[in-house]
């Protein structure tokens, strides 16, 4: 196994491991993002098992032992399930989410306590670093669900939306929404509900300029109008 790191945008990393038994032939990528600072912080932690590949690709940005935020999306296996993992080998590191995943799941099963984000609160990561928090309930999926917005370089962290298959490279102009479409119908693991489509063009208000997906490729473009066919998209959904 092995976890390849590319910078996405000025002080951000994104470090990527590709699965090949995942949805043959193409295969699955789980991505992890690290963006610089006084305060680093680190968004989804990667599953236990991969944590020695992406704990030594992050070691080549940075000592890991200096990791201040620990953050992700929602409470799952791939988005957090190194969490005690990089809390062991960063001693100055905390958890950071939103009130239902620490109230529900992160006060029991993180190791040391949580700090608890109010939606639209800032963690300033100091060197021009501001990454804001935005609750996203059940956006794709989970009551828990959180984004990260990353204000120096319009970088939004968009946990499992877009996901697709393949190993793309890190970041791409290309079509993220039709792959992201053709996985949705694959996998259907999205919560369809009427506030998905309200919540995703409340994301794209925010004018990003760089979208860092989880499970796919960055996306560096238009990426205000590929939120807002994203959205439609679920609103189609919900009418069939």
């Not at 940075?62 to 993992?85: Q, S, Y």
């Not at 099963?109 to 984000?117: E, V």
């Amino acid at each position: 196994m092995e976890t390849n790191i590319a910078e996405i945008a000025d002080g951000i990393y994104r470090l990527s491991t590709h699965v090949a038994e995942i949805a043959p032939p193409a295969g699955f990528t789980f991505n992890q993002f690290l963006i610089t600072g006084d305060e680093p912080l680190l968004f989804h932690t990667g599953p236990r098992r991969m944590f020695p590949s992406v704990r030594a690709a992050l070691g080549r940005v940075m000592d890991p032992a200096k990791l201040r935020w620990i953050t992700f999306g929602h409470v799952e296996a791939d988005e957090c399930g190194a969490m005690n993992e990089w809390l062991a080998v960063a001693p100055q590191a905390q958890v950071a989410h939103g009130k239902t995943g620490c109230f529900v799941s992160l006060n029991d099963l993180a190791d040391r306590p949580p700090r608890m984000l109010e939606d639209g609160e800032i963690i300033d990561l100091g060197a021009a670093k501001r990454v804001r928090y935005l609750d996203t309930p059940h956006v794709p999926h989970g009551w828990e669900a959180g984004l990260y917005f990353e204000e120096a370089t319009g970088t939004l962290l968009c946990g499992d939306l877009f996901t697709q298959l393949g190993n793309d490279r890190a970041l791409t102009t290309g079509d993220i929404v039709g792959p992201a479409i053709a996985a949705e119908d694959m996998f259907k693991s999205s919560s369809l509900h009427p506030s998905m489509g309200a919540t995703i063009r409340r994301l794209a208000d925010l004018k990003p300029q760089r979208l860092a997906l989880m499970h796919g490729p960055s996306f560096e473009g238009d990426a205000v109008a590929a939120l807002l066919a994203l959205s439609d998209d679920y609103d189609r959904r919900l009418l069939l």
